[in-house]
């Protein structure tokens, strides 16, 4: 694919995780680390520029992956819209799209769901395209509301009305964006009066607000797990196992 390149979140410190020498994302799920598998999909999709964001316990990152990616540096974890601001540093300037996902579950995500995702952002010539999933138990996740068939929010768990909390289409944080949106948005998300953080979810409602074209892809129902504790991750073990 060309003029695309592709993040990879991996800085989090996942306290939950309680390991202090590796980062979660190098944690093995089926035959190989989680990590690995999402680089070998984006490979197999020819996106050759892949840069890893790191930050906690970076050399069981770095050392897996050694150098088939380019590694962006996250000193302080300020959230996942600065580490996506670090990265936007390291995309070379031929590169006008970018493809940003979780280290800890975009090995779900199938090379079709991806390509769907990418190719839609690019028939639309959308600002910024993100995936859905749905999901049966949204507990602690983000909601996609919709009027009809048109996004007009994202609402977190802790936001959501009653109503909203029984939706089951959510957002895993799985984007597309076009580079010329995210230079001229990233450094308008305001901090969370909670965590001091920046979020990259926040993006939707300003590129709604500012009427950029936005587009939300269906990936219907799939294995999915996020991964935060170790009963996550053997949770995340067994669907993995049984998606194919």
């Known amino acids: 694919m060309k003029n695309i390149a ?8 996942g306290k939950r995780m309680k390991s202090k020498e ?3 994302v190098v944690f093995p799920l089926g035959n190989k680390q989680m990590i690995l598998h999402t680089v070998d999909a984006l490979k197999e999709l020819l996106i050759s520029t892949i840069i890893v964001v790191v930050g906690f316990a970076k ?17 302080k974890r300020l959230g996942t ?3 996506v601001n670090i990265a936007l540093k390291k995309v070379p300037e031929n590169i006008d799209t970018v493809l940003v996902l979780n280290g800890d579950d975009s090995a779900f995500y199938t090379i ?5 995702l990418i190719e839609t952002h690019v028939n639309k010539n959308a600002a910024l395209s993100f995936l859905t999933i749905t999901v049966d138990n949204p507990i602690g996740l983000g909601r ?9 929010s994202v609402v977190e768990e802790k936001d959501a009305t009653d109503n909203q909390r029984k939706i089951k289409e959510i957002n895993p944080a799985c ?6 949106f995210l230079k001229k948005y990233l450094g308008k998300i305001k901090k969370s009066e909670v965590t001091g953080e920046y979020y990259l979810t926040s993006l939707i409602d300003i590129a709604i607000k500012n009427n950029e074209k936005l587009e939300a892809v269906r990936g219907g129902k799939i ?9 996550e991750l053997k949770e995340a073990e067994r669907l993995f196992l049984t998606k194919n």
């Open 22 to 24: 590796i980062n979660k």
């Open 6 to 13: 592709a993040i990879i979140l991996a800085a989090g410190k």
């Open 81 to 83: 819209a600065h580490a």
């Open 112 to 116: 079709s769901i991806i390509k769907k």
């Open 175 to 180: 984007y597309v964006f076009k580079v010329a």
């Open 144 to 152: 996609v509301i919709r009027d009809k068939d048109r996004v007009i």
């Open 223 to 231: 294995a999915w797990r996020g991964i935060n504790t170790p009963e």
């Open 59 to 75: 050399d069981s990152v770095m050392k897996v992956l050694e150098s088939n990616v380019i590694f962006a540096h996250q000193s």
